[in-house]
């Protein structure tokens, strides 16, 4: 039977803990931090190196790597922006973080803020998530209020600020460059890379963007070490990480994990199983983007490496489950629906693309559909990857290429049905 | 004019950046918060005038996001998810529900002005699906029922406070 591994939410698990910045400090809060106080900045982003540690946002970048990137001694200011737009369809874990154990997430920041040298450090939180945009809020006043951030860092290091900003409703603002784009007050449109935000980012400063859960993963890596990190999970998989389980299972939630569980194993011990007695169709694995997986093959390592070598990817570790009596031609025109809804239309595959793609599969709910259109949808998909300023296009080709071939037999059903 | 209120808050926000401009989304929330949640052509030529941006580029950003509003929304304003992780476990018969309930479409204000209701995407609460947003309030689990109920008192409350 599949265990919760219980380092980000060690205090979340606690049916006791008290939230405040009074009981994250009784239940051992703030250590890291003053012993982060006492590393150089080049000593901890080392540190994190060390541990392996892999971005949580979606796309696993190392990310004691991506803090090494940043431009040095450029006489302008150095940013930390986190990603808190959580908008990848089937994700929900990072509000956990902020809406139950603020500080532990806040204690990551600080840390990371100075590993990069950052002053004023911002956390863009996707509009709707009020809640935790009022949790945050609360615990930042108390970070004030005591001392802890503001002139001084815990009364002795350098001056630190932390500003939440909130969003307003576009998931594209998770990519971060539309991200950084939005913070500065425009429309969120991804920006062509070169430069990188490590050289010129938010107000074309050195700027790094990471992610809440990301983040909150420092303060074990400073208390107990890289080592200790590591061990949860295989060569190149560190640490332990937060699903978000969704759709046909028993008991969705947000569960913490090693990176070596298997994927069978979270849906069955988890999730419960699928309900009412049903039969397994497929999962979606890595949030709305990824490819899909059908019922025989989720016997895979649910870890970064396994799912690339089974054709599809972690992403944001948002599972959905869909069981036997799902139409899954509808099932991928809602994701088709949503990222024509989201893009930005910058670039004509995925502008175009993203229409044209959720027109041709309505074509198939309507009875209107044929081997030939089922072609060409495969070919739309495949048309808007890698073609792309972000990775919205690679998103949505990627869902519509791995259902049209592994379900290709239903989009022909739908068309017998009609005939 | 704004609201005293709206204003100090306003300066706070510009407190926390190091340009004006980077304050406008906040800012434009806190003044459509102010305005019985909507924006108007002249809040955003204020707005404009406060970040040093012109109207032109206030009317760019709110088009592009979706929580921007320039008609005037229900005292209560109903988000109801219908993306996947909602639509697999009935995020779509909930719409449809509420719909049928308040006599209207998805996108419009009820007649009593007391609801409106907005069909949206991801709401960022998959495994508590389906999810509905009120205000700034997240319903999660929902089902018909449950939302008849919260509804009806909601109602009672809007009429109350009218
Ligand atoms: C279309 C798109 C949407 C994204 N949405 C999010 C998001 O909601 N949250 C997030 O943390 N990362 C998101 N990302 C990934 C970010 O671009 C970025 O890689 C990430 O925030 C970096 O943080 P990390 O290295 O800590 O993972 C998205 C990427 C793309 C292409
Ligand atoms: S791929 Fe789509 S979302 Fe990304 S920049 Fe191009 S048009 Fe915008």
Known sequence: MLEETLILFRNIRNPDYDKSLKGYKKAGGLKALKQALEMQPDEIV??????????????????????????????????????????EPG?????????????????????????IGCRHGYIYVRGEYWPSIKSLNAALQELYDDGILGKKLLGK??????????????YICGEETALLDSIEGKRGHPRVKPPFPAVSGFNACPTTVNNVETLTCLPFIVNEGAEAFKAFGPENNAGPHLISLSGHVNKPGVYEVRLDANLKDIIYDFGGGIPNGKQLKGVIPGGASSSVLTADEIDVTYSFDALA???????????????????????????????????????????EGTHWARMIIRDFLNGNGNEHKLKRLHRVGGNMMGTTVCALGDACGMPIQSFTTKFADEFRDVQALAA | MLALDTQKEIAQLLSRYPIKRNALLPILHVVQKGNEGYLTPELLEEVAGICEVSQTHVEGVISFYTMYKL??????????????????????ELLEHVEQQLDTHAGHTADDGVFSVEEVECLGACSYAPAVIINEDYHEQMNPEKLDRLMDELRTQGQAHA
Request: with cysteine; hydrophobic share 35%; proline share 5%.
């Open chain 1, 46 to 87: 080392q540190l994190t190196k060390d541990s392996g540690l892999r971005g949580r946002g979606g796309a696993g970048f190392p990310t004691g790597l991506k803090w090494s990137f940043m431009a040095k001694d450029t006489g302008k200011p150095t940013y930390l922006v986190c990603n808190a737009d959580e908008s």
């Open chain 1, 91 to 115: 994700t929900c874990k990072d509000r956990e973080l902020m809406l139950h154990d603020p500080h532990q997430f806040l204690e990551g920041m600080m840390i990371s803020c100075l590993a």
């Open chain 1, 157 to 170: 290091g350098p001056k630190l600020d932390l500003t939440v900003h909130p969003g307003a409703g576009a």
């Open chain 1, 309 to 351: 070598q089974a054709g599809t990817m972690m992403g944001s570790a948002a599972i959905m489950v869909f069981d036997e009596d799902t139409d899954v031609v509808k099932l991928l025109h809602r994701i088709v629906r949503f990222f024509s809804h989201e893009s930005c239309g910058q670039c004509t595959p995925c502008r």
């Open chain 2, 71 to 92: 008609e005037k929304p229900g005292k209560f304003h109903l988000q109801v998810c219908t993306c996947v992780p909602c639509c697999l476990v009935g995020g779509e």
